[in-house]
């Protein structure tokens, strides 16, 4: 059974870095094939994709917001970490982490429950 | 960019209607295209894979069509366990690559 947590804290300033961990079970990265990403929701908005690690550490980031992600992956503790420069209260919103199958393209077949950051001072 | 129009953004309809949600890319996707379902306060579900696939232990009233650019997901006979917003998702493999989603359609009943 593939299960996956996101944590981090609840709340963050402007202008500061948030820092998102998904700790997952059920599944390697190292395993060909395999990718965790990360997906967020406004409150009352649509699904934003974000980033995607693969197994081999091949990355994948939003175009819009390239400059401010980093995706990291510790295979030996089954954690994806999601860094988030400089934020702003637009950034507010629900953050989701979700796992990419091995024989899939591109669909997230599992996710966590999500965990809400507020940006606010 | 590719652009994603999923419409409605809402429809109400009653328990056994047939309901069709439909998802236009800007650009040809071949079948890059997945449906999700998400009920509130909850994480997203997915129902529909590579535009046409259902994803294993989805109710068989939930099926998907389309290929390039338009794309219809269809509930064929609504129950009320089917209230949620459903969201569209394209795949781009052209450099850079990336995911995006459609603005979702809340279903509700009538």
């Known amino acids: 059974q593939i299960t996956l947590k996101e944590s981090g804290p609840t709340l963050v300033k402007p202008t500061q870095t948030l820092t998102l961990t998904c700790t997952f079970s059920g599944f390697s990265l190292s395993t060909s094939g395999v990718g965790v990403g990360w997906i967020r929701q406004p409150p009352g908005k649509a699904l934003e994709w974000l980033a995607l690690i693969y197994w081999n550490d091949d990355k994948r980031y939003s175009p819009s917001l390239k400059s401010r992600l980093t995706i990291t992956k510790d295979t030996s503790k089954n954690q994806v970490v999601l860094t988030m420069t400089n934020v702003d209260p637009v950034d507010t919103a629900t953050y989701f982490c979700a796992h990419k199958g091995a024989a899939r393209l591109q669909e997230y077949d599992n996710w966590g429950q999500g965990t809400l950051v507020t940006v606010s001072s | 960019d590719i652009q994603m129009t999923q419409s409605p953004s809402s429809l109400s309809a009653s328990v056994g209607d047939r309901v069709t949600i439909t998802c236009q890319a800007s650009q040809d996707i071949s079948n890059y295209l997945n449906w999700y379902q998400q009920k509130p306060g909850k994480a997203p579900k997915l129902l529909i894979y590579?535009?046409?696939n259902l994803e294993t232990g989805v109710p068989s009233r939930f099926s998907g069509s389309g290929s390039g650019t338009d794309f219809t997901f269809t509930i064929s006979s609504l129950q009320p366990e089917d209230i949620a917003t459903y969201y569209c998702q394209q795949y781009d493999n052209l450099p850079p690559e990336r995911l995006t989603f459609g603005g979702g359609t809340k279903v509700e009943i009538k």
């Open positions: 590579d535009a046409s």
